[in-house]
Every structure is written in structure tokens, then in C-alpha cells.
């Protein structure tokens, strides 16, 4: 009995350690915006997908249920979301640098907007 009691400590102790390393583990970092639009839904797909490419997000780059974009580059995702029905585009971008990534947003939002 007194053996299962250390091994349910061990156990605790572990997911203890585990979730403290993991607090301790850098977090991808996020920057968002949205833009009020009056285009289509079909032209808000292409600025988006056109503002994406311009600034080199283009590897796997797809369009979603003609919805959303999304494409990659490099540690950087784009999530471009599209409601024209609602009136609004919606950018995110995430990875592993704050700052950069507010760049890579800024950049996508006004590519869409000159688009």
C-alpha cells in the first residue's frame, strides 16, 4: 500500500514538473485586425488570397470553403476570414515572434485595402 501512495506522489509530481516546463516553454504569439469591407464574398477571397501572396505567404496556400485563406510562411501562418455577409474581413497571424507578427499582419491588411 505505502509503495502506491509514492507512485501516485511520483505521478503528481511529474505532472507537476511537466506543466511548469510547459508554462516555462515559449507560446507562438498572435496579432489579429479586422477591416469593415462592401465587396463580394468572391472579391473579399481574392484580395485576401492576392494581400497573402504579395507578402509571401504561399506555401500551402487555400482557400477554405471559399470562407477563409490560409497559407504559410516559413514559423508564420495567415488566417484571412472573409464575412461579406456580416461586412468584414478578419486577419490573424501567428507564430513565433510578437513583433513580426504584427508586421506580417499590418502588411497582409494593407495589401487587401491597396488590392
Known amino acids: 500500500m505505502k509503495q502506491r501512495g509514492t507512485f501516485a506522489m511520483t505521478a503528481a509530481a511529474l505532472a507537476l514538473a511537466g506543466s511548469a516546463?510547459?508554462?516555462?516553454?515559449?507560446?507562438p504569439s498572435m496579432s489579429s485586425a479586422w477591416l469593415s469591407i462592401r465587396v463580394s464574398q468572391d472579391e473579399c477571397i481574392q484580395k485576401g488570397t492576392a494581400a497573402a501572396r504579395?507578402?509571401?505567404?504561399?506555401?500551402?496556400?487555400?482557400?477554405l470553403a471559399n470562407a477563409a485563406i490560409y497559407a504559410e510562411r516559413g514559423d508564420y501562418t495567415v488566417l484571412v476570414r472573409c464575412a461579406?455577409?456580416?461586412?468584414?474581413?478578419?486577419?490573424?497571424?501567428?507564430?513565433?515572434?510578437?513583433p513580426?507578427?504584427?508586421r506580417h499582419m499590418s502588411g497582409i491588411r494593407d495589401a487587401f485595402q491597396a488590392g
Open 54 to 63: 504579395r507578402h509571401g505567404f504561399a506555401s500551402r496556400l487555400e482557400v
Open 100 to 102: 513580426e507578427c504584427n
Open 21 to 27: 516546463a510547459a508554462a516555462g516553454a515559449a507560446a
Open 84 to 98: 461579406a455577409e456580416k461586412g468584414l474581413v478578419y486577419f490573424v497571424v501567428a507564430g513565433p515572434e510578437g
